[in-house]
């Protein structure tokens, strides 16, 4: 495989990670050195529903009075992660017990046969 190919399926994929390691690259982590989101050099047709989702849940905050200016608030996405991945964890556990259960259940019925 191609880097041209490797970097264009890197593309194609927007994630949230590439959003924050974009604003931590141009240092845009607190509100004395906010940047433009052009300044992320992403492909804003690409990651702009993401970054809208990210505004809505205030981890990328608008500075008031600078038209176009976010920094990104690094302890809130580091609680929002965290949050996330417990919600994730318990979907995760409340979906293999159960499948175990019945597993062990239906391996000791037809073994009791």
């Given at each position: 495989?191609?880097?041209?190919s ?10 949230r ?9 141009v ?24 970054i ?25 996405y ?24 019945f ?9 009791a046969?």
């Amino acid at each position: 495989m191609s880097k041209e190919s490797t970097n264009k399926n890197k593309e194609s994929k927007p994630k949230r990670k590439h959003i924050i390691d974009a604003f931590i690259f141009v240092d845009a982590i607190n509100p004395q050195n906010p940047c433009t989101l052009k300044q992320l050099g992403l492909d804003l047709s690409l990651y702009e529903s993401r970054i809208n989702f990210m505004i809505q849940k205030e981890l990328i905050i608008p500075i008031e009075n600078r038209e176009d200016n976010y920094y990104l608030d690094l302890e809130k996405y580091y609680l929002f992660k965290n949050e996330e991945d417990k919600r994730f964890f318990i979907m995760l556990v409340s979906i293999i017990i159960p499948g175990i259960i019945f597993l062990l259940l239906g391996l000791a019925w037809i073994l009791a046969s």
